[in-house]
C-alpha cells in the first residue's frame, strides 16, 4: 500500500500540475473519481488483473466504459496508464490528486463520526472549534457510527481526535489496568 | 499483599475520581505488512525516530525507519497477533523504562517489567532507554578504583570507576566469571550492579541469579534480561534499558557498575532488525551504523563531576562525583580479535583484558594474557599499594614471556636467565585465583608483597598457591590489624613494608604448607 502510494506520487503530481494550468481541476477529480470507482467494479477488476488480456484492448475498453464522464485529456492519461501498466495506481492517483487539490486550496478533509445525527447549530460551532484547532479551513463529512456509544470521533489525515465515550472507555480500562 | 474487597474498590475509585476524561488526540496509521517482527505502517506522518507506537493487545513497537509513505517499526515482544489493517497509534513518547532503587535485588526484562515472580516493583520514575551522554563540561577524570577482586586484573589492569574496560576472549574462557566475581566482589563498597544478559541461555541466566543470591550479592544487583528466546528487538535493546538503570545512580552522585553479556549478541541481534528493515548491508552484514551502536552505549558510562551531579539532582546532593563503570564482554571466534565488532569495541573502550583458550586450558584461571591486556585510565585510579606492588609482577611477567621459550633448556642457561624464568613461573602460578573467592587490597597486597620480595623463588612452584592459602589464613588470624589497616587506607610505606616483611618471615619459620 505504501509502495503503490509511492509510485502513485508522480502521476498525482504531473496530473495536478496540468489541471491547473487548464485550470479544470474540479473536472480532473470528477473523472479520476469515476476511473477508480469503476475499477473497484469486480467484473472490471478481472480483466485488469489478467496479464493475457493485450494492452490495447484494455485501453480501449476502459475509454469505453468512462467516455461521457471524461475528457481528451483524462482518455490520454488512462492510455498512458494502461501502457506502463500501472492501472491499479489510479484510486491513489485519485486520493493524492484530492490531497494537492485540498492543500492547493487551503482546506483539510475532515471525517466526523458521531453516534446522533448533529443539529445544524451545533454542525455550525463544530466546524467553526476544528477549524480554529487545525487552523485551517474545513470540509467536514459527517456520519454515524452507533458503536461510538456517545460523543464525536474526529479524523482529519493521520490524526484523531477521540472524544467518544468509546474511546474514553477504553482509555480508562487501560488506567485501572 | 493482600487486599480485602473493600480497600480494592476504594484504589478503583481513587483511580476514577484522578481519570483525565479530556478528548484525546494522537496520530494513527495502519498496519501495510508484518513480516519476522518488523511491521510497516502506512500513515502516522508525525511519528518520531524511536518513538513508541501502540499497537492493539497492549503491545508497543518503536519506530526506526521513517519513510515518505511509511514507517518501519520494529514490535517488542510478541507480534503473532498483528494483522494487517489494524490501527497504532503514536504516543508521543521515547520507548522508557522504570529505574530507582527498587529495582536492586530484580530481575527484569528489556522493558524493565519483572520476570522474577517477586511482584510489582515498586518505582514511580522512569527514563527513556536512550539518552546522550555527558557532555565535556560535566566529567571528571577517573581516579577512584573499582575493585574487582582478581588479583591478576586489580594489579595489572586496574579498571577505576567510570571507566570502559572490555572483557574479550573466545567461548569458554571465564568472561562471565570474571563478571559475576566482580559483582560478588563490590558487596559492602556501595556500589550498585547491572548484570544485562544479551542473547544468553535462560538457564544460564538463572545459573548467574542462583550464584549472587548465594554469594549475598543480589541486594546490590539488578539484572536486566534479554534470553536467547526473545524478539531480537528485545535483546537490541536491552543493553540500553541497563545503562538507563546504571545512570539513575551516576546521576545522583553513586557509583554503579554496569556488564553487557555480551555485546557480540546484540550486534546480531541489530543485524538481524537492520537486513529485516532493509536497511544495506555492510562488512560482515551488519548495517552502516553498527560503530554508533556500541559507541553511543560505552559513551554513556562514565564519571560526573560534583557541579553536575548537583545540577541533575537540583541541589539534593552536593559535593559528591557520580560514576558508571562498564565492563563490556565481546566474544570472539576462534581468537579473531581482528573481526568487525570486536575491533570497533577495542577501540572505543579504555583497556581490555584479553582472555585466552591456550591459557584456560593449562589451567591458569582467569585466563589473562598479561600481554596483550592494557587499560589506559586505571592507572591513575590504583590504590597505593597495589600499583606499587603489582608493577614488579607485571614487569616480571613481561621478562618471563620472553624467557619462556628456553624454559626448557633450564640447565643451560646462565644463573639471571634462570631466575627470572622461574620467578616468572611462581609469578605465573600466583595468580591464579579460584571463581567465586574475590581477595580484599590487603589480601592481594601481601601476596604481591610475597613474590615481589622474593619469598616465593624457594618454594616449588606446584606448592605456590598451597603457599599463598596458608600465609593468607595466617595473616587473617596473627595480622588482622596490620590488614584492616591496609584495606583502610590503601598506603604503602616503609613501616608497613617492614611490617608485612617480618610477618610473611615469621610465618616461613614458624608454618608448613
Known amino acids: 500500500m505504501s509502495e503503490l502510494a509511492t509510485l502513485a506520487r508522480p502521476y498525482a503530481a504531473a496530473v495536478f500540475k496540468r489541471a491547473k494550468e487548464t485550470k479544470a481541476t474540479v473536472k480532473w477529480s470528477e473523472s479520476l473519481a469515476f476511473m477508480s470507482a469503476v475499477l473497484k467494479n469486480e467484473n472490471i477488476a478481472v480483466v485488469v488483473d489478467n496479464p493475457k488480456v493485450n494492452k490495447e484492448k484494455l485501453s480501449t475498453l476502459m475509454l469505453d466504459i468512462c467516455q461521457e464522464h471524461i475528457t481528451e485529456e483524462n482518455g490520454n492519461f488512462l492510455k498512458l496508464l494502461v501502457h506502463n501498466n500501472r492501472l491499479v495506481l489510479l484510486p491513489h492517483i485519485a486520493k493524492l490528486f484530492e490531497a494537492y487539490k485540498a492543500e492547493d486550496e487551503g482546506y483539510v478533509e475532515v471525517e466526523v463520526f458521531t453516534a446522533y445525527t448533529l443539529s445544524k447549530e451545533a454542525k455550525q460551532s463544530f466546524t467553526a472549534t476544528l477549524e480554529k484547532a487545525l487552523g485551517k479551513k474545513i470540509h467536514m463529512n459527517v456520519a454515524i457510527d452507533k458503536s461510538l456509544i456517545g460523543g464525536v470521533l474526529v479524523r482529519a489525515g493521520d490524526r484523531v481526535i477521540d472524544g467518544s465515550i468509546k474511546g474514553r472507555l477504553q482509555h480508562m480500562q487501560k488506567a485501572l489496568q | ?513
Open chain 2, 1 to 513: 499483599m493482600q487486599l480485602n474487597p473493600s480497600e480494592i474498590s476504594d484504589l478503583i475509585k481513587k483511580k476514577i475520581e484522578n481519570f483525565d476524561l479530556s478528548a484525546e488526540a494522537h496520530t494513527e496509521g495502519t498496519v501495510v505488512s508484518v513480516t519476522d517482527g518488523i511491521v510497516r505502517v502506512h500513515g502516522l506522518s508525525e511519528a518520531m525516530q524511536g518513538e513508541m507506537l501502540e499497537f492493539p493487545g497492549n503491545t508497543f513497537g518503536m519506530a526506526l525507519n521513517l519513510e515518505r509513505d511509511s514507517v518501519g517499526v520494529v514490535v517488542l515482544g510478541n507480534y503473532q497477533h498483528i494483522t494487517e489493517g489494524d490501527t497504532v497509534k503514536c504516543t508521543g513518547k521515547i520507548l522508557e523504562v522504570p529505574v530507582g532503587e527498587a529495582l536492586l535485588g530484580r530481575v527484569v526484562d528489556a522493558l524493565g517489567n519483572p520476570i522474577d515472580g517477586k511482584g510489582a516493583i515498586d518505582t514511580t520514575e522512569t527514563a527513556p532507554i536512550e539518552k546522550i551522554a555527558p557532555g565535556v563540561i560535566a566529567r571528571q577524570s577517573v581516579d577512584q578504583p573499582v575493585q574487582l577482586g582478581l588479583k591478576s586484573i586489580d594489579a595489572m589492569i586496574p579498571v577505576g570507576r567510570g571507566q570502559r574496560e572490555l572483557i574479550i576472549g573466545d567461548r569458554q574462557t571465564g568472561k562471565t566469571a570474571i563478571a559475576i566475581d566482580a559483582i560478588i566482589n563490590q558487596k559492602g563498597t556501595g556500589i550498585k550492579c547491572i548484570y544485562v544478559a544479551i542473547g544468553q541461555k535462560r538457564s544460564s541466566i538463572a545459573n548467574v541469579v542462583r550464584k549472587l543470591e548465594e554469594h549475598g550479592a543480589m541486594a546490590h544487583t539488578i539484572i536486566v534480561a534479554a534470553s536467547a528466546s526473545e524478539s531480537a528487538a528485545l535483546q537490541f535493546i536491552a543493553p540500553y534499558t541497563g545503562c538507563s538503570m546504571g545512570e539513575f545512580f551516576r546521576d545522583r552522585g553513586e557509583d554503579a557498575l554496569i556488564i553487557y553479556d555480551d555485546l557480540t549478541k546484540q550486534a546480531w541481534a541489530y543485524r538481524q532488525v537492520s537486513l529485516l528493515l532493509r536497511r544495506p548491508p555492510g562488512r560482515e552484514a551488519y548495517p552502516g551504523d553498527v560503530f554508533y551502536l556500541h559507541s553511543r552505549l560505552l559513551e554513556r558510562a562514565s564519571r560526573i563531576n560534583a557541579a553536575e551531579v548537583e545540577k541533575l539532582t537540583g541541589g539534593r546532593v552536593k559535593g559528591k562525583t557520580g560514576s558508571l563503570t562498564a565492563l563490556p564482554i565481546i566474544e570472539t571466534q576462534g581468537g579473531d580479535v581482528s573481526a568487525f565488532v570486536p575491533t570497533n569495541v577495542i577501540s572505543i573502550t579504555d583497556g581490555q583484558i584479553f582472555l585466552e583458550s591456550n591459557l584456560f586450558n593449562s589451567g591458569i584461571r582467569p585466563a589473562v594474557n598479561a600481554g596483550l591486556s592494557v587499560s589506559r585510565v586505571g592507572g591513575a585510579a590504583q590504590t597505593k599499594i597495589i600499583k606499587k606492588l603489582g608493577g614488579g609482577t607485571r614487569l616480571d611477567l613481561a621478562q618471563y614471556r620472553e624467557l619462556a621459550a628456553f624454559a626448557q633448556f633450564a640447565s643451560d642457561l646462565d644463573e639471571s636467565t634462570r631466575k627470572q624464568i622461574e620467578r616468572g613461573q611462581r609469578v605465573t602460578e600466583l595468580m591464579k585465583q579460584n571463581q567465586y573467592s574475590p581477595m580484599s587490597v590487603a589480601q592481594m597486597a601481601v601476596s604481591l608483597f610475597a613474590a615481589n620480595e622474593g619469598f616465593l623463588d624457594s618454594i616449588e612452584v606446584n606448592k605456590v598457591l598451597d603457599f599463598e592459602a596458608a600465609l593468607q589464613s595466617y595473616m587473617k588470624s596473627e595480622h588482622s590489624e596490620l590488614m584492616n589497616n591496609i584495606n583502610a587506607t590503601g598506603d604503602f610505606n616503609n613501616e608497613i613494608s617492614s611490617n608485612l616483611r617480618t610477618a610473611i618471615e615469621t610465618f616461613i619459620k614458624t608454618h608448613s604448607w
